[in-house]
């Protein structure tokens, strides 16, 4: 059974940092390309960071050079490492866990930035 829980959200001030957390469980983690996606009210859901299983990362260019995406292999889990925060990053967070044709999405976990 696959089981995909995102935590970590909450309310911060501009500026500030938060650490979101993935744990996926129930996919072939070590192939996995795993992806942070957010969804601001109003919008639609966007890529934000992925993470290849070699450990290559992407970044969308709103968050470039403020966010970290990383992985832990033996606790298959992925952090995304949120700094500088800005209003703009307000939303729900979502985890992408692909497992081959499938793609399996967490609950979210709300972000909220204020100014």
């Known amino acids: 059974q696959v089981r995909v829980v995102e935590s970590g959200g909450g309310s911060v001030q501009a500026g500030g940092s938060l650490r979101l957390s993935c744990a996926a469980s129930g996919i072939n983690f070590k192939i996995a390309t795993m992806a942070w996606y957010r969804q601001a009210p109003g919008k639609e859901r966007e890529l934000v960071a992925s993470i290849t299983s070699g450990g290559m990362r992407t970044y969308s260019d709103s968050v470039k050079g403020r966010f970290t995406i990383s992985r832990d292999y033996p606790r298959t889990m992925v952090f995304l490492r949120m700094d500088s925060l800005e209003t703009s990053d307000t939303g729900v967070y979502y985890c992408?866990?692909?497992?081959?044709?499938?793609?399996?999405w967490g609950r979210g976990t709300q972000v909220t930035v204020s100014s």
């Open positions: 992408h866990a692909p497992n081959y044709s499938r793609t399996y």
